[in-house]
């Protein structure tokens, strides 16, 4: 069996003699065959110049190099793309994915699972983050039109027959996690703690998490069409409702006048709802735009990534 290990990279200088001490024993004590594909991001460090320095001295740790920063899950799917192994484990960089889990998912796998990922069951976060990650996970939990486990990120191990769908995929916004739920096939979770930073700073901000965040609901659900149009319902009967009751109090104003229901011209009233139904219009209309600008990123059928510099990996198409 040949074991590739995809790991996506930007400027992780900091952190990648670590990767590379922690990695290579965890690989050579497997038993099998092995490749470590390193996916340059367009890192602006010195990540690319020790990328080089580990495949002189290893063979089996090869990268390729992009012409500028395409994200995150590009970089993954590039690595799916060009690995040659059985099966591939996908993790960061960043050692907050224990290498030393990977002889587990191999176990799992060699027991028939397809996939097998690890579900983070403790981070070692900020509470704010913590709280953000955890409502995104449920959120896509129950708006999505297959079931992807909660608290599942990128960090997991794909067949080969999963890694070749996944490969015949051609959308532009990529969302992993998605992708692999939704091919199928025997799939297990292993629960782990997930850790801080090995070195460095958090390559994820948040503007980049909200994107990511996007791509998995908008990828994999339609719910935020469905919510506009349960909220132009909502607001219709609420309208509705109202003008009866404006209605009614003007043919009966005096027995509302005994109760002190008096006619008052609402300026106030109808300004707040000017701007409660534009707000309303306007959120319907980037949900929709969402959509369209996705369906414009498809029909455009640019190339995923640009690849400037390789080694170890054939890049010819």
């Known amino acids: 069996?040949?074991?590739?290990?995809?790991?996506?990279?930007?400027?992780?200088?900091?952190?990648?003699?670590?990767?590379?001490?922690?990695?290579?024993?965890?690989?050579?004590?497997?038993?099998?065959?092995?490749?470590?594909?390193?996916?340059?991001?367009?890192?602006?460090?010195?990540?690319?110049?020790?990328?080089?320095?580990?495949?002189?001295?290893?063979?089996?740790?090869?990268?390729?190099?992009?012409?500028?920063?395409?994200?995150?899950?590009?970089?993954?799917?590039?690595?799916?793309?060009?690995?040659?192994?059985?099966?591939?484990?996908?993790?960061?960089?960043?050692?907050q994915d224990p290498p030393e889990l990977i002889p587990d998912l191999i176990c799992k796998w060699k027991e028939g699972f397809k996939v097998v990922y690890a579900v983070r069951?403790?981070?070692?976060?900020?509470?704010?983050?913590?709280?953000?990650?955890?409502?995104?996970?449920?959120?896509?939990?129950k708006s999505a039109s297959i079931s992807i486990p909660l608290d599942s990120g990128d960090f997991c191990l794909m067949d080969r027959v999963v890694l070749n769908r996944i490969k015949s995929m051609p959308e532009s916004n990529r969302f992993i996690r998605g992708m692999r739920a939704w091919v199928g096939f025997k799939q297990i979770g292993i629960e782990y703690e997930r850790d801080a930073r090995a070195a460095g700073k958090?390559?994820?901000?948040?503007?980049k998490l909200l994107r990511l965040a996007f791509d998995g609901i908008f990828s994999f659900s339609t719910m935020p069409l469905r919510m506009t149009a349960v909220f132009g319902f909502i607001i219709s009967f609420f309208s509705f409702i109202f003008a009866a009751y404006s209605l009614v109090q003007r043919i009966f104003a005096d027995f509302f006048m005994q109760y002190n229901f008096k006619?008052?011209?609402g300026f106030a009233t109808t300004i707040v709802s000017i701007f409660f139904l534009g707000g309303v219009q306007l959120i319907c209309l980037g949900v929709i735009g969402e959509y369209i600008g996705r369906v414009y990123d498809e029909v455009k059928r640019r190339p995923l990534w640009v690849i400037s510099k390789a080694s170890g990996i054939d890049t010819e198409e």
């Open 1 to 95: 069996m040949k074991i590739s290990l995809i790991i996506p990279c930007y400027n992780e200088q900091e952190v990648l003699h670590k990767l590379y001490d922690r990695v290579t024993p965890v690989l050579e004590k497997t038993g099998d065959d092995y490749e470590v594909i390193l996916i340059d991001d367009g890192s602006r460090d010195n990540s690319l110049s020790i990328m080089e320095e580990f495949h002189e001295r290893n063979s089996k740790w090869k990268y390729l190099s992009f012409s500028r920063n395409f994200g995150h899950q590009t970089a993954v799917s590039a690595g799916i793309f060009y690995c040659s192994g059985d099966c591939a484990v996908i993790i960061d960089a960043d050692l």
């Open 121 to 141: 069951k403790k981070r070692k976060e900020g509470i704010v983050k913590r709280f953000c990650y955890s409502a995104f996970y449920r959120l896509l939990a």
């Open 202 to 207: 958090p390559q994820y901000t948040f503007s």
């Open 263 to 265: 006619l008052v011209p």
